[in-house]
């Protein structure tokens, strides 16, 4: 029995190796967070031992202590213990593990440079070459206004330069813009990055359809996220099972 966390700034959802799931608000008091977490594990594990688990995280941190979670900002400086106490724990980024997931079983399978990016209440990004992945943070990337990547195109600027939720937003000229910051943001990562593909997820991915056909001059094929909100789990998954 295999347990994979994806903390998310709105959410967090645990699963197990045998497709038992839980979804639940992420507090922001880590106290309550570790209780909220502690029932979870019980519930999709079953009562069975579990041989590990593995947490992604949307930030910096390492293998004790939470450095800077930027969207959950609460919790940083605490140690991992304060907001989990299980036995064999790997702590990993959960771009990484979504870009793995769709790496090996998802919208990049069967080419050899995955660049993954995940919209979501920031932005967050990994590179995976040959089934290895790498934490690339392509959110820090500036625009010539001095605004970052993040400040372009994430859920939270979304809402903040268009007023209105990306879920439920049907303006086609508020998309166009979109696409064209977005578009800005990939095109700087290109050649660093050299990807063969690149998947996009996170939560304004439910809206590919109203972005990605304005796509301008990208060299390479963009595709939607198969997990979309499953992807930190499913890699989670793969990293403990592969």
């Known amino acids: 029995m295999y347990i994979s966390i994806d903390l998310g700034g709105t959410n ?11 979804k639940f608000l992420t507090n922001p008091d880590i106290g309550v967070q570790k209780k909220l977490l502690s029932n979870a594990i019980k519930q999709v594990s079953g ?24 969207n959950i900002p609460t919790y940083n400086n605490y140690k991992i213990s304060d907001l989990i106490e299980v036995e064999n724990i790997f702590v990993k980024n959960d771009a990484v593990l979504a870009g793995l997931a769709e790496a090996v079983d998802g919208a990049g399978k069967g080419y050899n440079r995955v660049a993954y990016l995940t919209l979501g209440t920031g ?12 934490n690339m943070e392509p959110g820090n990337e500036f625009f010539s206004d001095g605004e970052t990547f993040e ?3 994430s859920g939270r600027a979304f809402e903040r330069i268009y007023r209105a939720s990306s879920k439920n937003c049907e303006d086609i000229n508020v ?22 593909v690149i998947v996009i997820g996170g939560g304004v991915a439910n809206r590919f359809e109203k972005f990605s056909s304005s796509f301008i001059d990208i060299p390479v094929p963009i595709k939607k996220s198969k997990f ?6 499913m890699g989670g998954l793969f990293f403990l099972m592969c």
């Open 12 to 22: 967090t959802r645990v699963a197990s190796s045998k497709n038992e799931k839980v």
């Open 47 to 70: 009562g069975e031992v579990v041989k590990a688990t593995c947490l992604g995280l949307p930030g910096m941190f390492d293998s004790k202590k939470i450095i800077n979670l930027p």
């Open 123 to 134: 932005v967050g990004g990994s590179l995976i070459v040959s089934g290895v992945a790498k």
């Open 151 to 153: 400040n372009h195109v």
């Open 175 to 196: 998309w166009k813009e979109y696409a064209k910051d977005l578009t800005t943001g990939i095109k700087k990562i290109i050649l660093p990055w050299k990807p063969d």
């Open 228 to 233: 979309m909100d499953r992807a930190g789990l």
